[in-house]
C-alpha cells in the first residue's frame, strides 16, 4: 500500500544478485576469505605507513581493532605488513623499472598494492602467481584511482616472468595468458 510519502515499488534500485559482487564487482565483504581480508587490512596499514609514516606498532594496534579484522587471517596480515615495511627498499628496487614515471608520481594506494603483490611473489609461494595478481588488481579496483587496477596489473604481471619464472612459464605453456 502506498502512503504520499512512501515510493512506489517501480521507483526502488534493482535487486542486486547474491553473486557475492557489489553493483562495482568488488566482493561483499561477507564472501571474503581470510587471506583476503589480511589483504585488505595489510594495504590499510601500508597506507597509513606510507601517508601517515606511521609505526608499525601503531598500525597494528590500530588495524586489530577494526570491523571484521577478527575475521582476518592474522598469521598472513603479519607476514604482508612487517614484511612490506621491513623490506620496503628492497620491493621498491624491484618495482621501479617497471614504471614508467618516478616512484613519488605512483599513488600510495598503488604503491602499496604493489609492494604487496610483490612480497606475495617472493615470499608466499604457496599462493599460486595468478591468485596473487588477481587478489591485488581487485583491491587496485577497490581502493585506488580509477585506472590504477590496469597500472598495477602491468607491473605486477612484469614482475611475475622473473620472480615466479618457473611457475609462469608452466602456466603459460599449458593455456594460460
Known sequence: M???NS?????RPPRQSRTGL??????KAASKSG?????????QGLYQHLVGRNALSDIESFTQDLAGFAKADRPHFDKLL???IGRADALDA??????????????????????????EFE?????PWRVV??????????????DGHKYVNAVLNGLAVSLRADEVRADRQTGGR
Open 133 to 146: 595478481l588477481n587478489e591485488y588488481i581487485e583491491l587496485a579496483k577497490e581502493f585506488g584511482g580509477t
Open 94 to 119: 624491484l618495482i621501479v623499472p617497471m614504471l614508467d614515471r618516478k616512484l613519488a608520481e605512483i599513488s600510495p594506494i598503488e604503491r602499496a598494492v604493489m609492494w604487496l603483490g610483490v612480497f
Open 123 to 127: 615470499h608466499c609461494l604457496d599462493v
Open 22 to 27: 557489489t553493483s562495482t564487482g568488488a566482493r
Open 2 to 4: 502506498s502512503t504520499p
Open 35 to 43: 587471506r583476503a581480508r589480511a589483504r585488505e587490512f595489510a594495504l
Open 7 to 11: 515510493h512506489p515499488a517501480s521507483t
Open 82 to 84: 612487517q614484511g612490506c
